[in-house]
């Protein structure tokens, strides 16, 4: 311990708080959970000077990564999770093989049952998701409204953002492609910027390509718009 009070373990001059170096090929750091630790108290956690908890790492499972401010903060026997970034899954409890990138991902994804298998990448993607399954949602604020819906594939910045009800077998690609009101329906392909970008709920296998391609189209079925 130095007089300017830095602690060093391994070393007599330590640069930093507490330096650890290490003298052998061994894991050189252990942080061992109490038997009754919970994810909401998590392993590591990080705060500002005022005392503002800014990040933590936490995992509850061999197979689950916990990492950002309240990321898997209610997890409850969800396995093979990964969440990253402030708030991603926070109220994810038993849902399995869901990956989670991004501030606020699949926040509320909150399945009962075994399953889910979601994967959202980036801010705010799947926000809304409470029993999604099998989506894929990525870019800003895609599917961010989509509280159910399976088997949907929305890439790029705001695609499917207001499909409150995501559907079945979508797939959207293109910003704001595929956009939505109430719904979405099943099964429409949409490419290209804004195509079929107020869609509801009673469309259903329709193909629309391009630039605005039937961005005035709420309904219908069997429609192909190049």
Known sequence: VLANGNVGIGTVTPSAKLEVAGSSDAVQMIIKANGVQSNTNPLLQLRNSAGIVLSSFHSDDTTNTFLGLLTGNVNNGGLRNTFIGSNAG??????????????????????????????????LTGYSATVAEQNVFVGYAAGYSVNTGYYNTFIGNET?????????????????????NAGYGNNNTCIGYEAGKVFIGGAANNTLIGMRAGDAITSGVHNIII
């Open 90 to 123: 926070t109220l994810h409890t038993i849902g399995v093989d869901d990956t989670f990138i991004g501030y606020q991902s699949g926040r509320i994804q909150n399945r009962l049952d075994a399953k889910g298998r979601n994967t959202f990448i980036g801010s």
């Open 160 to 180: 499917g953002f207001n499909a409150s009800s995501g559907g079945v077998g979508n797939t959207s690609v293109g910003h704001s492609a595929g956009r939505g």
